[in-house]
Nanobody
Framework: QVHLVESGGGLVQPGGSLRLSCAASGSRFSRNFMSWHRQAPGQMRKMVAGITSAGSPMVDPSVKGRFTISRDNAKDTMYLQMNNLNREDTAVYYC???????????????WGNGTPVTVSS
């Protein structure tokens, strides 16, 4: 069972920055995909960024140029650097972790409890 702990959320003014972290423990496979999802009030959860265990990142066009995803495999930790935040970024941000035994077989999928981000003046 993989346990995920998110941190770094909080209240920030428009134009400000936050850095989110997701620390994973208990993983059984070296191959994995970690991603950040967010859910705003009244909206469906949506992936905003993801990164492979090899370090290949992808970011949703809605946040490209403002958000940067990265990871430290030695710590099994993923980060999301969020710059120039606006009110539309207000949401609960969740960490997702998918384990693979091979390139196309998912062994497990796990979610963190989320960390809230509020952008307001």
């Amino acid at each position: 069972q993989v346990h995920l702990v998110e941190s770094g959320g909080g209240l920030v003014q428009p134009g400000g920055s936050l850095r989110l972290s997701c620390a994973a423990s208990g993983s059984r496979f070296s191959r994995n995909f970690m991603s950040w999802h967010r859910q705003a009030p009244g909206q469906m959860r949506k992936m905003v960024a993801g990164i492979t265990s090899a370090g290949s990142p992808m970011v949703d066009p809605s946040v490209k140029g403002r958000f940067t995803i990265s990871r430290d495999n030695a710590k099994d930790t993923m980060y999301l650097q969020m710059n120039n935040l606006n009110r539309e970024d207000t949401a609960v941000y969740y960490c997702n972790y998918m384990e693979y035994s091979d390139a196309d077989h998912v062994e497990g999928e796990y979610w963190g409890n989320g960390t809230p981000v509020t952008v307001s003046s």
